[in-house]
């Protein structure tokens, strides 16, 4: 239940304070006073999205907040427990809209995005606005209302989230097919390529290799030549420069024997000595073996052109990027035998989820019927009360056939939305011996008012709501009818809160707590303020929404009239 009400800062509102009790709580005022702007604000704690246009002083920011009791039905203890909230009443609820446009909810003090902040409020009040009889000719409304009465929001859910896995499953072994058909067009050709590389017999860093082994082929004569050289120059003859070297060690020998310093680079000349010696041995077998291989010479040429084919073919700058094109190649044609087996999985999986989903559609479609069944009785009884003494109320659970559907049931083939295999009519015969037709084509505007009363009625006394506010629920109604609908919301503020905004002085003028909402000029700015009423107050708004201000003698005894029906 709501137990306070706060708005500051929030259009004509710099702030406003409202207290309720239990039962029925009837707020009037004239036209532009402020009821809309009432609603708008409790529309903010309900989750609807902020406009920072709102804000009274652009500088300042808007706080609406709502303080409810419990206890809490058992879905709003499950969002409590996800959200980590206490779920010890009361509950403080809190919109913030600030200058610079940003808004934030808080449930408690804690921040909430506002998709939980609206299942959380779904759970406590209703919110009837001026166009929700018009929106209630949708057929998703009316669906979304059937559900709501059926308690079917977690099944509904749930085939929603079936058919999202089911489709999912679908789209993959779809463009798993269509993939594999493109890839078998192109078959020839990827086995033809991956054929030609590995009959390459390609070898890591081989080109690096080849390069090396064609540079010494194609110089070979000229290192053969400057081999022969060196080994001369080397050689032991006079000029030689191992002879030298040998003699000159004789030399350091002799002077070493008079002068032992000339031991150190004695030492050195002998290690030269043997070093060159080294050097000599090892240039004389590289030229021994360095000649032209013709036939080599011919082959490094041919792999080197084979090479350079394959690089330029597929676009590669070296042999290991043509060996890795090689393995994406191999890994395309193993997809392409893997693929029916996957595909076959796929679709195994996807008749599974579609017996499943077929499963979970049914069983809700039985829950929609069940309360279909209870749902058109239930509106028909209350619609008889005020005012519509022939009509009847109907609602039709109807399956989304279609040729191509994905399901089947029976020989019916069935196309599924998130919500279920279920579209749903509201049905209603206002005059006896018509048949029965869409509510959008047979109720008049008053007649849908009435619809929607009963709808709520029935939702409130179903689903357990504590709070229901109507918002001009009076639309289209008069006179007697609008006697008959003050009565019924004077029966359902005794198991109910209502806030009750109406123009009506026959609704105006039942027991509750009656607040009038009015504008106040000060110091140039016009500002909505709110009052409670006193019995003579009422007295006087009643009579003033009987006949307009300064009412007669004859307005106010009407309007005594009136409030005294109730007593």
């Not at 792999?303 to 084919?309: E, G, K, M, P, Y």
Request: aromatic share 2%.
């Amino acid at each position: 239940m709501l137990t306070r009400l706060y708005v500051q800062n929030y259009a004509l509102i710099d702030r406003l304070v409202l207290d309720l009790s239990p039962g029925l709580h009837l707020l009037t005022g004239e036209t532009g006073a402020g009821k809309s702007l009432l609603v708008g604000a409790i529309g903010l704690i309900l989750g609807e999205r902020a406009d920072p246009s709102v804000l009274l002083l652009p500088d300042e920011k808007c706080v609406v907040e709502a303080e409810l009791s419990g206890p809490w039905p058992d879905e709003v203890r499950t969002i409590l427990a996800d959200e980590g909230l206490d779920p010890t009443p009361p509950l403080l609820i809190r919109r913030e809209i600030a200058p610079s446009g940003r808004s934030r909810a808080f449930v408690n003090d804690t921040p909430v995005v506002l998709e939980r902040l609206r299942a959380l409020t779904s759970q406590l009040i209703d919110l009837h606005g001026q166009h929700d009889g018009q929106l209630l000719l949708e057929p998703a409304e009316q669906l979304a209302a059937l559900d709501r009465y059926a308690g079917a929001g977690d099944a509904a859910r749930a085939f929603g989230q079936q058919l999202g896995r089911y489709q999912e499953v679908v789209r993959e072994r779809d463009a798993l097919a269509a993939a594999q058909a493109e890839a078998a067009r192109q078959l020839d050709y990827l086995t033809y390529q991956l054929t030609e590389l590995a009959e390459a017999a390609l070898q890591p860093g081989e080109d690096e290799t080849l390069e090396a082994e064609l540079k010494l082929q194609q110089h070979a004569e000229q290192i053969a030549q400057g081999l022969g050289a060196l080994v001369q120059t080397l050689g032991d003859d006079e000029l030689g420069l191992a002879t030298r070297l040998a003699v000159a060690t004789k030399e350091a020998e002799k002077l070493a024997q008079l002068d032992r310093r000339i031991q150190g680079p004695l030492s050195t000349l002998t290690d030269a000595r043997h070093l060159l010696e080294e050097a000599s041995t090892e240039l004389q077998r590289l030229a021994e073996t360095a000649e032209l291989d013709p036939e080599r010479l011919a082959e490094l040429h041919a792999r080197a052109d084979t090479l350079n084919r394959l690089k330029l073919k597929y676009q590669c700058r070296s042999v290991d990027q043509l060996r890795a094109r090689q393995a994406e190649l191999e890994a395309q044609v193993d997809t392409l035998g893997s693929a029916d087996a996957r595909i076959a999985d796929l679709t195994h999986q996807a008749e599974g989820l579609a017996a499943e989903l077929t499963e979970l559609g049914l069983a809700l479609e039985a829950q929609r019927a069940a309360a279909a069944a209870a749902l058109g009785p239930s509106v028909t009884e209350v619609l008889r009360t005020i005012g519509l003494e022939k009509a009847t109320f109907a609602v039709e659970v109807t399956r989304l056939l279609h040729p191509e559907g994905l399901l089947s049931v029976g020989s019916e083939r069935i196309r599924p939305q998130k919500t279920g295999l279920n579209g749903v009519s509201f049905r209603i015969q206002t005059n006896p011996g018509s048949p029965l037709g869409p509510l959008e084509q047979i109720a008049s505007g008053g007649e849908i008012s009435r619809v929607m009363l009963a709808l709520k009625r029935a939702l409130a006394e179903r689903v357990g709501l504590s709070t229901l506010i109507f918002d001009e629920i009076d639309t289209g109604i008069s006179g007697e009818v609008a006697l008959r609908v003050g009565k019924l919301l004077e029966g359902l503020g005794q198991r109910h809160q209502l806030l009750v905004i109406t123009h009506l002085p026959q609704i105006a003028s039942r027991p509750g707590t009656h607040y009038q909402l009015y504008k106040e000029v000060r110091e140039g700015r016009t500002y909505t303020r709110l009052k409670a009423l006193t019995p003579t107050e009422r007295e006087q708004v009643v009579a003033e929404m009987l006949s307009g201000a300064n009412p007669s003698a004859a307005a106010l005894a009407s309007a005594r009239e009136l409030l005294s029906q109730g007593d």
